[in-house]
Every structure is written in structure tokens, then in C-alpha cells.
């Protein structure tokens, strides 16, 4: 194929998809409240469904409904060139995060489209299932399936806050489909996201060319006390499971100010309790907690003192404690030779481009195990995310867009 | 009356009460969990009542679902003699707080049957509405609905975490009768009660005489930040709600610590945030802590201390703050004539027997705005309440069941 073929995102297109996008599952004003498979994201499902068949891609759904979008390529025998991310979105979400990765690459099936430009391997659109572990946690459960990180029955049996699990509710809403045996080969994946974070945008940066994930660690903690009246039980003999976790969420803060001269971050996200009422002293707490560093050595300390943290916290308050689960991301997880050819073709662009560690975790962190993997970020607006206040212009998205297109277009047709 | 008159306590027959209370709204092994106006909170008003008809009581429901039950007078038109406490328990409750001050007080009015003895005053008993708030806060919401502390349309405006109001709960469950215009008057008010603590048991004392209360102070405070992703988001822009939250109970447990040498206490009980999930900064906190002190300067001490952590916590944490309500109780509050009288009585008796002060809040501490009151306390093993292994014996009992039924029958039959 002749790389001069004038494929272009077409703005106006997009912007319209991303603005019916924003209609479903409104939260706070200006965001959006879809959360893993609810209604709102069976709709917006429908929806990304009619659109892809619309542009003539072919359509699956896997067992932990994720949604393949093919567009059949000229030998179409080669591994797929795949371009995605997650519609779902936080409690209180933003209409970008993750959302623009998936649109995004529907614009890049259309834009080869309007040129009448098939290319050589096949290119594929995925929606991940629940990226954001809203509702259903950990969050990544639709990728971290398809790559072997979770067994399917695992992931279906994760249930909500009522007590409904994810493999009943994918089926209710009509995306629980079939699991391959093995998971197809992909021969890229890029992921376009929005930073979520702020230094594209004070530093006033296009593209960011992301080289990897900050190093990080992940803790579920569970402590056990003893339920006792708050009034007479002596301050001796106190077992309460909610002043423990209440300690340790307090621990991970500091250690998060500790490191944050030199870009650590360490959150303490949730805690919840038993019975976490007034006149009783509770006998069971949960906490997460988790720490991010862009030195991996120091990132290791702070996972190691966060450790600490939970069994100080839990003597602390004389109860006991057990570490539930550890996770762990991030680091050189992306393929050099998809970085090196984002890096150059947001050169040869001429955008204002600088290399980037992604701090969030991504569906690409999963793939990155699965294929040559890489993320390419846009800019938004004070960083702010996870919020309603997210927010991004046509004008912040335009780039990463088009160094989409132009990466996977040439992925897709390069002859080797 | 002739004050020889042999009424005694049959403690076969309260004892086979009690156990039967016991099978109502079972909890964990030994234990009940029977919430304010559940359905076993209905089965065990049933019960009671059918067990006041039984013993010739007159028994009226008030607007708020407290149960009162009259046994006539000689001299009906004197104000009665009121004895008391209630019937629903914890999540994790026993099978003695407040019920023995209910189902001790039948034994009273048996006791009197048996000697076919009529007092010059009525004698009442009553059971108050959702005593613990455990599942509709604040607690004592019938006791300080009859005492005026609370309107009736604020009390009916409670609502569980379901959302449920307690209002429509009571007429649910059919204990939801009329607000006298004016509370009628009592002539004196007894609560029999466990100790709630182990003091009497470690001293192998048989009664408590109870001359006042700790002096307390509990605060409902309200933090607000914003929501921002756990990752990327700078530890100096986070405001975490929930960490604001966190560092409140910790401040208020130090503050347990720093005082328990002379018998303080300080408990954070409760803390509930939104959206409180992994990958997301909580926007919304709520926490509830109480400080405690024999001392009242102490007490005050502490408890402008709390009030101080709550500011200190949410400047920490960058978010705003707003105390929602704080309230007060104990101090010397009881009738020294009461509490002479019953310390008197242990002292005739024989019994060993010691003044203390309660730790915990009870409905007497509503009703002594309204009528002379005291409280006579039973030792309980170990001290242990809120608390499935909450444990007295018959033994533990008896004396101050002696106790209350004579110092009723001297206050309802004395002549003045």
C-alpha cells in the first residue's frame, strides 16, 4: 500500500460518537456513572455494537464479554493489529477515561474506510470488560481473562456490593458470550488514553509516548477484633478491628508524603467494617491500599513498608491481621519497537511529544503479556480524572488520534 | 402495707423468661441480633406483651412503639412507679442487656401477684424503642422521644441503611400507637441493668449502686473532598476524604490511650465513605467518636480535644469538615434520694455491694430529665457486653433483682 494515502481522522465524526457516548449512563453533571455491566452498559454496548457493524466489522463477544471487532485484512490468515480499551466507567466517571481508546479506534476503521483502504493484516477493536473495578473488583477482570492472569469461573463469581456476580450480570444484559480455547495472537495492541494525570497538560505536550508503568503495589488486608461496647471496655483490652484499618489507611497516606518529593504516590482507597456503628466496637475490617514509585527499587520499599504498615496497625490495636491478596504492575512492561515507532511517527507529525510512564493501571498491562503491547496518551485538562470534572478539547485529543491511526495503519500493512 | 410482706423473686420463673427472650432473633452462638423494629423485635414485643395481659397489666403502645404496662394502684390516681430499659439488641448483641431491665421488671409485678399485694401507687413497666441504634442511629430514640428530647417526626424520620424509616418500621411490625399529649408523670424511674463492664465482677461485688454517669461527649462528623484517581494524582492535590476520616479515629483513639491511666476512654466506631473503592479518591466521609472520663473536667478536656482532631484531620487531608451534631451525656444526674434508698436496701441485705458510675448511655439518662431515676447494676462475667459471649448466671442476678422489687414496693407503697 501507498503510506501517502491521505487516511485522516475526521473530528467532527468523531467528536459526535464520543458526545452520543457521553448520553449514556449521565452521572454528576458532565460525567458519566456506567458501571461493568449494568444497564447503562448494556446500552452503550448496543450501541458500540450497531456502530461496528455499521462500519463493517465483524463482532464478538468472549465469555467475560469482551467485545472483538474485526476488520478483515488482505491476508487475513496474520494476527490482527488490535486497538482498544473500556467503555465502563467509576462511580464517579469522567466520559474519556477509557472511552476514547475504544472510540478512537472505531474512527480508525473508519477513516481507513472513507479512503477504501484495506490493509494487509487484519485489524481488530476490543472493549474490555469492567477495566475500572467500580462495581466488580479487582478492575482489568475483562483482560486479565483473556490473558490467562484469571481463571473464567473466578471472574464470574466476582459479586457486587448486593451480592450479584459479574458472570450472571454479563448474561442479563446480554454480552456473556463464548471463551476461544486458546486466545487468538494479536500482532500489536495499542491503547490510546487520556493521561490522567497532569503533566501533559501543564507542560503543554500533544503526545505522550508511554515506555511503561510507574512500578506498583496492591494490598487487600483483612483485620479481625472483637465486637465490645465502645462506653466501659477498657482501652486495654480493646479489639477493634475498624481502629486497625483506620491505622493503616493512615500509615499508607504518610508513606505516600514520605516519597512524594520524588513522584510517589500511596493511596488508602476503601475500608470497610463490622458492625462500623456507634456503641460497638467492630470485629472486622477490610482495607486496600497501594503504592506507585517510577524507581522500581523504591517502589519495592514502599510495597515492603506498606507490609509493615498492616501488621504494626493491626498490633497497634491488638487484632489480627492477613494479607488477602498482592498485586503487582507496572514497570518495563511495552514492546521498544511499538514505543520507538510512536515516539517517531509524533516526531515526523511534528507534535509536541514527550516520553511518559503511565501511573494508572491499563488493560495494555494485561496484553503487554499476551503481544508486543504499547499506550500512547493525550493530554486533559488539569490531570483531573475520575471525576466529572475530566475533561478534554477536540483540540487535546486531535493528535494522539491521528498517531494512532498512522501506528496502526502501518503496523497493520508493514511487510515482513 | 406491711413491709415484711414475703415477696421475693422467683428465680425459676424469670430465669425460664429470659431464656425464652433467648430464642428470639438469635445472633451469633449465645447471642441475639434483634434490631429495632425487625421482625424479631416484633415476635419478642409479642411475646412480651402477651406476657403483661398474663400478669393483669393494662399495656399501651406510644407514638414512638415504646410498650407500657400498668399495673394498678390503691390509689390509682398518684403518678406510678416505673421500672424499665428494652428489648432489642445489637448486630452482635446478648441475651441480658436491657432485657433483664424489661423482663426483670414482669418478675417484679409476678412477685407482687403471688403475694396478692396491690401498691398504692401503679407500678409501669416499659420497654423503649430502639434503645441500641444499632440499626436506626441515634440510640435511645424512644426513651428521648417520651422525654421530649426529640420530636415524634424527627424520631419517624430515621432510616436504616436500606433507607427504611423508622417510623413506617414500627407500623410495619403494629407497634406504632399515639403520643400522649404531655408525658405523663412518673413518681420515680428504676433501671436494672448489667454492668457493661468489669468492674463489679473483678471485685466480687453482687450489686452496683449507680450514682451518675461518666461524662461523655459523641460527635457525628462530616468530611467532604473530591474524588481523582488513586494513581497519577499528586499526593499535595488529593483530597481524600476518607483519609481525612481515617486520621479522625485515629486522633480520637490516641486520645483513649492518652487517658486511660485514670480511666478515660475514646472510641471511634464508626466510619462510612463514598465511593470508598480501590482506583478512586472518596469525595464524602462520615465518622462518629465519643470520649468518655470520670472526671467532668476531664471529660470536657477530651472532648474539646476530638473536636479540635476533627478540624486537625481535615486540614491533613485538604478537605472541609462539618460537625453534623454532637450530644452529651451522664454526670450526676440520678435522685440522691434513689440512689440512697437502693444503696440502703444492697446494704440490708447483705449483699456486697459498691457506687459506681455507668460508662455506657441508657434510657434512664433520658428519663432523669423527666422524674426522679436511678439505676442498680448487676456484675456480668468478665465485663464482656456487645458481644455474643456476654454471660451472667442466675446468681449474678438475683441480688439486684431483690433489690429493684424492693425498692419499688417501698417507693410505690410508702405514705407522704
Known amino acids: 500500500m501507498d503510506m501517502t494515502a491521505p487516511a485522516r481522522i475526521d473530528m467532527d465524526r468523531f467528536w459526535a ?11 454528576r453533571p458532565g460525567g458519566l456513572s456506567r458501571l461493568a455491566a449494568s444497564d447503562a452498559d448494556r446500552e452503550v454496548r448496543d450501541q458500540f455494537v450497531a456502530w461496528c457493524r455499521e462500519a463493517g466489522l465483524s463482532v464478538r463477544i468472549d465469555g467475560i464479554g469482551n467485545i ?12 490482527p ?14 466520559r474519556f477515561d ?8 472505531l474512527e480508525v476503521c473508519r477513516a481507513l474506510d472513507t479512503i477504501g483502504h484495506r490493509t494487509r493484516r487484519p485489524i481488530e477493536l476490543v472493549n474490555w470488560t469492567n477495566e475500572e473495578g467500580a462495581r466488580f473488583s479487582p478492575p482489568m477482570v475483562g483482560s486479565g481473562t483473556f490473558t490467562g492472569a484469571y481463571t473464567l469461573d473466578w471472574a464470574h463469581g466476582r459479586v457486587d456490593e448486593e451480592g450479584r456476580r459479574l458472570g450472571d450480570e454479563l448474561a442479563r444484559i446480554g454480552y456473556r458470550g463464548e471463551m476461544e480455547e486458546t486466545p487468538h495472537a494479536f500482532d500489536a495492541y495499542y491503547e490510546l488514553h487520556i493521561e490522567q494525570g497532569p503533566i501533559l497538560d501543564r507542560e503543554g505536550m500533544q503526545v505522550g509516548v508511554v515506555t511503561g508503568g510507574f512500578p506498583s503495589t496492591g494490598m487487600l488486608i483483612e483485620f479481625r477484633g472483637e465486637t465490645a461496647h465502645t462506653g466501659p471496655w477498657p482501652m486495654e483490652w480493646r479489639k477493634n478491628a475498624l481502629i486497625a484499618g483506620a491505622r493503616f489507611l493512615v500509615a499508607v497516606d504518610d508513606l505516600g508524603w514520605v516519597h512524594a518529593g520524588t513522584g510517589g504516590k500511596a493511596t488508602a ?3 470497610v467494617a463490622w458492625p462500623n456503628k456507634p456503641g460497638i466496637l467492630s470485629d472486622w475490617a477490610q482495607a486496600v491500599g497501594d503504592v506507585r514509585h517510577p524507581d522500581p527499587t523504591t517502589s519495592a520499599v514502599m510495597a515492603e ?5 498492616a501488621y504494626e496497625s493491626a498490633a497497634k490495636a491488638d487484632c489480627s491481621v492477613e494479607i488477602l491478596d498482592i498485586w503487582q504492575w507496572g514497570g518495563n512492561i ?3 519497537e511499538l514505543v520507538e515507532q510512536v515516539r517517531g511517527i509524533a516526531s515526523a507529525r511534528g507534535y509536541r511529544h514527550r516520553d511518559i510512564l503511565s501511573q494508572a493501571g491499563h488493560d ?4 503487554a503479556r499476551h503481544a508486543p503491547t504499547t499506550m500512547i496518551f493525550t493530554p486533559c485538562r488539569g490531570g483531573i480524572t475520575h471525576n466529572n470534572g475530566e475533561f478534554c478539547s477536540r483540540e487535546d485529543l486531535e493528535p494522539g488520534l491521528d498517531v494512532l491511526l498512522r501506528a496502526v495503519l502501518a503496523r497493520a500493512d508493514r511487510v515482513e
Open 17 to 27: 460518537t464520543m458526545e452520543r457516548s457521553a448520553e449514556i449512563g449521565p452521572g
Open 68 to 79: 472483538f471487532a474485526r476488520r478483515a485484512g488482505t491476508d487475513d490468515n496474520l494476527p
Open 81 to 94: 493489529v488490535v486497538m482498544g480499551s473500556h467503555l465502563d466507567t467509576q462511580f464517579n466517571g469522567g
Open 98 to 105: 477509557g472511552i476514547l481508546g475504544v472510540l478512537g479506534g
Open 269 to 271: 482507597a476503601r475500608l
Open 305 to 309: 513498608a506498606m507490609r509493615r504498615a
Open 334 to 336: 511495552f514492546a521498544p
Open 364 to 367: 495494555a498491562y494485561f496484553v
